[in-house]
């Protein structure tokens, strides 16, 4: 009997985590982002970053995050939001690890994590968020007031290979 | 219906065995005639091992073909079968299909292509092949019997699988004449409910059978029976009697319909036994027995002579020598889940009900004669793990009974504990009949039957009862008691846990179960495999004692009976002579005799006997209709086997069962999988997962990265040292500490450098193949590719042995491939040609793989035709891959490199005239691909020579480090030929192509930055280093900015849109933690030259425009970045 309680409340744990998703929020300008935290593999400063020559443009370059070998993507850029500021140097690279596939992210800031019901997230709306094409926008959630929207980080790499060999044609 | 969990495993053998029977297919198509036996016994072991492989794991396709195939290679090895064209053509492509099969397995877990087709052919070729040969055809007996009864019209003999159908016609003969002579009995019964609960019980199992083997109208039959037997128990228990006519009834029809249910038990037979009784009993087991496998003619010869002992003996051993012994059998039921104990107990109802039905003993019959058990493990190698599994399970319950012997007198209750061991035994049983033991199964049920009355209370010494019968057992499988001795001394103490754990492993002993796992156990070879193995099992029953209050010295003197009864057995088994047979006689009246009076005495001869080598088997296998290979098959003569000290196996279970912990199926297959490889390979191997490999090279590179930070931690050091020198002023005295630390410092850093480097070369061993496992695949190849043309040729491979990384092996396959088959298909000339020429009509086409320095080289040589240059040279010019005058240039080696030039292949492939030339420019950038480098040379009419230089892996590399600007560079020096100091003046323009005169020739430099859009502007632009680097085609310069020297990387994956069109093949992280971006010097000549053919264009356009387009192209690149 003491068993079957502790699987009943087991359940009952589980549903309520399904219920709540944890995010961490990051911005990029103005805007405010968030991503599901258990993508979220490690958050950096700034680390050394060594260029990649003939590489898409969003494309950093690469870091070494104990001996292995990272791509980092400006999501600004990939994203093509507003013009970057001046200043670099504060950035924050998420490491992200989406579907095996370890990559990272540099944003403005990284703000904190957020906790917010599943059932709250509405998907993207027919009209462009932030400037931003909604293929990327995995939903949006209202957080007291403000928006945060919520990116589909598959679609961001799946779409940079597309993107990748568009170029290759192109040359 | 296939075991996901265990196909990995599946997948991996079979391919192993595939591969290995290519080599013997193709050995077979060559040598004509009879000497290839051995190479035939191969394929037969592989087939074999295949076949039971995929029945365990339930790949119906494999397993069907498989089978086929094993029939149809016994037949060759016996010689009924010829070796035509045809049947290698069959077998090869048989061999491919399932080769397919297993590919599918490997991808989607699913078996696509049909097998009917080859299944027909094979039939059709062995029914052509073997017109009149019942004794050595694959089908089953029945197979060719007449069927009547209305029953059997469901039975269609095309469409039913052989083996379950032996399984079933197993079954049926196994109850049938039970079941008769329940029936004789139950006219005479005072119990007629409890016959009647047996009777269910074997119907029971009998339906499932045909449920099985979706007989409804039979399944339908045996469901009205026991509708009918529930309602006459139903009337009984009521008090009334019921009508039991009916039991004959459904056994006539049954029988009608299947006659061969009742082989060996004719009607005259059923009437004496039924006036016998109540001595039936016994004689309807000898039926029985006399049934259970297909039907001998030695038999009736031996019954007419023989007394009824000797006939049931008799029948017996024929029966063994049909049967194949141990099968491999779906674990399923053979190791169990682990369950408390409580539902033991409400299982106990079940055991008992499968014991009674499958031990008929009661009314027992007054005078019963000491039991008789016959060592009957197989050394069978292919049914090792079965094997090391039975014996794991033996060890176990030998231990555990041994335990409770002990505890017994001490026990409050003793009917639960003798329940348990009952349980045990029964289980034991259960393993037995799997194995086919019959005789150990025999025995078990009679064990179970004194342990029963133990527990009933009418045999008063419970204890006695239990010591004979195990010590019996410890007797006959000496390994049991190894692990048994020392299971009791460190079990004994704690009961408990040791319950559980034979518990666990008896309990599936439930009548479905049971029914079910025996079902799917495929016995189809029992009727058709031909290997023999030696199972010796042996009548038990007959010789049936009851267990009479035992003493002391009747325990000693039982087991020493049973020891000379099984020697006898043994003995008889072998040569069928009238000593053997005498001698046996002997032995059993010794034991009849004993039952009534002590034993006064051994005989000490008997003892001999027990090591009367296998070997003697085969002089009586011809007319038993054992194929002669046996000794070869099994080399070490199993008498010796069970004299000598335990099998390695055992010792190898015996760990295994020394832990506690409760294993699953899988577990325990793979243990005696283990033990199985360890045992019949000499060199023993693991296999890997290549991921944790790949991880632990990983780490070791890591460990290589850290030794260079070392280093540089030392030179610093050394700075410091002269920083402190200069500006502090420290005198030498005190900076003398510091010196020492920087030495230590530096010392420990040599220490860990040769630590890593040991490390890193022995990770990078574990990697290292053969390069056979490459060159035996050519042979089909080169077989494949010749089959049906006029060529001959012979392909000779040299330095098998030479290893390289396994990606490496990977990554050459295709190319070689490719090669080979330039060489066949136009390198080689056709026989006539080659008698033309004056050459040997055979060709020859040597594969030769060698050291050099860190690099493989592989040769493929060939005494063909050669490349013709001139030919080539039309061809470029034709195709315009090159204007006359590049060509006139050309050497005639680079006129011969022009065959791996993109685009001239597809032409050479069109027409096909001559040359080479398919895929030849694949074959150039997989082995770029690798860091390695391909060189042709040829001779006309003489023949020609490819060279593959790779190194040895891929992982860590030497390399030669530059810098460009900010950024560091590495170059793979395998690419690298030299390095040169230039002066800005030296560089002049071909043709908008920056040069170099070197060596009397020119040769194109790129500016490194240029090409990466580098800011390089503080760089002096006077001097510079270029490094010649070659893509096995041309050579041409880079223009670095610095040279920091040669070094050891570890090669790092780089995300593949960083790769693509980057020309940087990967990254490597150096001593102070930064990156440097490997360079693909291939791709980057490729892309210079893009760039170059751009400009070019551009120049062609106009002077003016090319100037003011060149700077354009720039721009945008800059802007990038």
Redesign the interface.
Known sequence: MPEGFAAEKRFADREEKEQLMQLVGFTIGKEQFGVDILMVQEIIRSAPITSVPNSPDFIEGVINLRGNIIPVIELRKRLNLYRKESDTKDAWILILDIGGRVTGFIVDSVTKVLKIMESTIEPPPDVIMAGLANRYIKGVCDIGGSLLILLDFNRILMADELQQLGSIKGE | MIDTSMLPDFIVEAAEHLEEMENSLLKLEEGHGKENKEVLDELFRSMHTIKGAAQFVGIDRVAGLSHKLENLLDLIRKGTQSLSPAVTDLLIESKDRINLLVEELERNQVEDSEVDDLLARIKNLVEGGVPESPVIAPAPPPYEEPRKGSLAEENMAEEYDEELYSIFLQQLKENIPFLYAQTVELSISVDKQDVLYRCSDSIKSLKSSANYMGYEKLAKHYTDWQREISNAVDQLSAGKMPNLGFMQDYIDEIIRSFPQAMDGYSQEDAGQAATKKPKSDSAALDYIFSSDGPQHEDEEKDAAQANDLDLALDSIFSDEDEEDGPIAVTLSGSVDDDEDEENDKDEKENVRSVTTSSAPTTPAPPERKPLSLEYELSEDEHDQELVSIFLKKLQTDIRFLREQETALPAASDKKELLERCREAVAGLSSSANYMEYHSLAAFCREWQQALREAANGSNVDATGALHRFTEALIQVYPQAVVDAEAGKQTLAPQPKPVVAEAVSSVEFDNAEDTVISLLSKPTGEKVAAPVPPPSRSVPPDEVRHRPEPPSAEIKEDDSELFARLSSALDMSMSPRSDASEYQMDNVIEKIMDKTESEPEEEQPEELAVVSVPEATEPTAAPEKEQPAPLAAIMPEPVALKKADAPLPIVEEEKAVIEEPAEFSDEEDADASKKSAVKKSAPRSSIRVDADKIDYLM?QV??LV?SRAYFAQLVNEMRGLQLLLQERAKLTKSELKPLQEFAFRLSEAGVHLGRVSNELQEGVMKIRMLPIDQLFKRYPRLVRDLTHRTDKDIRLITKGEETELDKMVIESISDPLIHIIRNAVDHGIETITDRKRANKPSQGTLMLEAYHESDHIVVEITDDGRGIDPKRIRAKALEKGLFDKEELDRMSEEDIIRIIMEPGFSTAEKATETSGRGVGMDVVRKNVERLNGMIEISSKVGQGTRMRIKIPLTMAIIQALMVRVGK?KFTIPLTSVEETLRIFRHEISQIEGVDVIYIRDTTMPIFQLGR????DRSQEEEDKMFVVVVSTGTQEVGLVVDELLGQEEVVI???????R?????GG?T?LGD?????ILDIPELVK?AG?EQADKQAQRNMSFKRRRKRGTEEEQPQAV??
């Not at chain 2, 790092?1052 to 960083?1058: F, I, N, S």
């Not at chain 2, 933690?1073 to 971006?1077: A, R």
């Open positions: 990983n590179g890591e990265v950024e090409i990466y859009s580098i790092k994956p780089l995300a593949d849109y960083l693509s069109g980057s020309g940087f990254a992280i933690g930064g990156i440097s971006l892309i893009e990038i970045h």
